[in-house]
């Protein structure tokens, strides 16, 4: 627990937003792992308490104050999200900025698998999941106030060049596959370039469900949203049918049928009908770019072990992984 939490200042701005603070129990939150998350119950009341960890940090990194914004504008819309409470940029309270939110009590999934579900509820989960991030991408980012929330157009350009760069940059051998996708994917960049409000990281564990009847009470993680190409998010929740459970999170390999967990294709077709997009058209890139984004997410991550900033074997593991999953992106392309 960081002890600047338990602080007599936030006992007394938590007062000051008429919660009782004459019984305060905090605790950390499983998740929220690169932005420290703790449950602060007052009295009866239950609240979020989402901060920035301490020390020195990336000017972008971190940004609670984003994800505040925009979940804030999300209050009025079709997608849930917890009701924000108050964000405090004043670092002297306990430290760092951070922000307030309400504590919804429902249910977290973190194996895709749903193993205490039965097959119908497998596929309402599923099924729901869709209707959200369809939801998301339905909205006017305008009318909601989020105009410059990010830079419209030219998304996959931006991302590839951005990403490439940093895998580039490091000092450790780049594995083949990762390699052969920087080289392929700024050539076949889809024509089509619709822009909306992206999530960033839409899994099944960054959502909330109602405990009864499984629909989802709030989306949560919103410090990589952006405005981007919806297709990306589509996409990123899709590798999971791809990636092998002994590999990383996802499905793949899994008797979808059995399990009553829709196949990639069918989510697909799900999410078209609701949208009306055609996502089928350049699938195959939308695939490759996001095993391309996660492999040099890992291969940054492996770069850290190696500079000191975590174990040797650290760095093994997530440069494996980062090669396996480029392998798993250019399969789908036909690329070996």
């Not at 301490?54 to 104050?65: D, F, N, R, T, V």
């Not at 909205?139 to 895998?167: H, T």
């Not at 490091?170 to 889809?190: F, K, V």
């Amino acid at each position: 627990m960081d002890q600047s939490i338990n602080h007599p200042r936030l006992h007394t701005y938590l007062g000051q937003l008429g919660l009782d603070t004459r019984s305060i129990e905090i605790e950390s939150l499983v998740g929220g792992q690169s932005n420290p998350t703790y449950k602060i119950r007052c009295g009866a009341d239950c609240v979020v308490l989402r901060k920035k960890p301490s020390g020195k940090l990336l000017p972008s990194a971190h940004a609670i104050e984003r994800e505040y914004r925009v979940m804030s504008a999300l209050a009025s819309t079709a997608v849930p999200v917890p009701k924000m409470l108050a964000l405090c940029e004043d670092e002297s309270l306990i430290g760092t900025p951070f922000y307030l939110m309400s504590y919804l009590a429902g249910q977290v999934f973190h194996d895709q698998s749903l193993p205490q579900m039965s097959s119908i509820e497998r596929g309402a989960i599923y099924d729901e999941m869709n209707r959200v991030l369809a939801a998301i991408h339905q909205l006017d980012y305008r009318q909601i106030g989020l105009e410059s929330f990010g830079k419209p157009g030219n998304y996959f350009a931006r991302q590839v060049s951005r990403w490439s760069k940093q895998v580039q940059e490091t000092t450790i051998p780049i594995p083949s596959a990762l390699a052969q996708l920087i080289e392929w994917l700024p050539h076949h960049i889809p024509s089509d370039d619709e822009t909306t409000l992206v999530h960033g990281d839409f899994r099944l564990d960054n959502l909330v469900f109602h405990p009864k009847d499984h629909t989802i009470m709030g989306v949560l993680d919103w410090e990589l949203s952006t405005l981007g190409h919806p297709l990306a998010d589509l996409s990123y929740q899709c590798m999971a049918w791809r990636i092998p459970p002994a590999l990383w999170r996802g499905i793949g390999g899994l008797d979808l049928q059995y399990l009553g967990i829709p196949s990639e294709e069918d989510y697909i077709k799900a999410y078209e009908a609701r949208t009306g997009r055609n996502a089928n058209a350049d699938w195959n890139f939308y695939m490759a770019y996001n095993f391309f984004r996660i492999a040099a997410i890992l291969h940054g991550v492996a770069q850290r072990a190696v500079d000191g900033n975590a174990s040797a074997q650290d760095a093994a593991e997530n440069g494996k992984k980062a090669g396996l999953l480029a392998e798993i992106g250019l399969q789908g392309l036909g690329i070996h």
